[in-house]
């Protein structure tokens, strides 16, 4: 018994890409995503990093130059 189960208290129909027509999961090329880690179709491994801006006006004069 899945958690959707434990909380709705039925059992879930899993949605296909397949039973929708045009489906962005049909054209888009991933595959699989595992640890953050994105699969495509065609076997290349893809990391997406995000990278938070500093603002080194805000810093103190000691802490830019370091």
Same mark, same amino acid.
């Given at each position: 018994?899945?958690?959707?189960?434990? !909380? @709705?208290?039925?059992? $879930?129909?899993?949605?296909?890409?397949?039973?929708?027509?045009?489906?962005?999961?049909?054209?888009?090329? &991933?595959?699989? &995503?595992?640890?953050?880690? !994105? &699969?495509?179709?065609?076997?290349?491994? $893809?990391? $997406?990093?995000? $990278?938070?801006? &500093?603002? @080194?006006?805000?810093?103190?004069?000691?802490?830019?130059?370091?």
């Amino acid at each position: 018994m899945g958690l959707k189960e434990l !909380i @709705f208290g039925k059992q $879930i129909k899993q949605a296909h890409a397949a039973q929708y027509r045009n489906s962005t999961q049909g054209w888009l090329p &991933v595959l699989d &995503v595992q640890n953050g880690v !994105i &699969v495509t179709k065609d076997g290349r491994y $893809i990391k $997406i990093l995000e $990278i938070m801006p &500093v603002n @080194f006006y805000l810093k103190s004069a000691r802490l830019c130059r370091q």
